[in-house]
């Protein structure tokens, strides 16, 4: 794949929780090419593509990586850093945060509920895709009922 496929399988699958930007994955292809767990497989394309695959090493690293002891979570909620100032914000103001808020929300259920659909075979993705489905659903019901209680 090239950086350009790696970028969009990343936002269509698990890019709904990892955010990777196109410029870490054209980096981080260098720099896996440097430390030879991806090959060059090919010459380049059509603006300047290079298409990677990764070698029996890299194959190899990725599981030790993604079987590591995970570190602590970095949490950035902004809607709740928003409310939690809310009383610095205007009333209807901050109804239209919550609202729109709602609505990406309602996009990325979807987003989940369509990966659990497509990718049901696997139990892995299935339960992933059920802890963005239920996150969301969770969300939208704060939104709902804190929106609610503030506008009384």
Excluded at 20 to 31: D, F, G, I, P
Excluded at 39 to 48: A, F, L, W
Excluded at 88 to 99: T, Y
Excluded at 101 to 125: F, I, K, N
């Amino acid at each position: 794949m090239s950086g350009w496929d790696l970028s969009h399988a990343i936002t269509q699958s698990f890019g709904h929780f990892w955010i990777v930007t196109s410029s870490q994955v054209y980096r981080e292809l260098k720099a896996l090419e440097t430390l030879g767990l991806v090959t060059n497989v090919g010459p380049k394309g059509p603006r300047d593509r290079l298409a990677y695959r990764i070698t029996p090493a890299g194959r190899r690293e990725f599981k030790r990586w993604v079987a590591r002891d995970l570190e602590d979570e970095t949490r950035r909620v902004p809607v709740l850093l928003t409310m939690f100032f809310g009383g610095q914000v205007p009333p209807k103001r901050l109804a239209a945060i919550l609202a729109a808020h709602r609505e990406v929300l309602t996009e990325q259920l979807a987003g989940y509920r369509a990966v659990e659909q497509q990718l049901a075979d696997d139990p892995y993705v299935r339960a992933t895709a059920r802890y963005g489905i239920a996150y969301c659903r969770m969300a939208i019901r704060w939104i709902d009922t804190e929106g609610a209680a503030l506008r009384q």
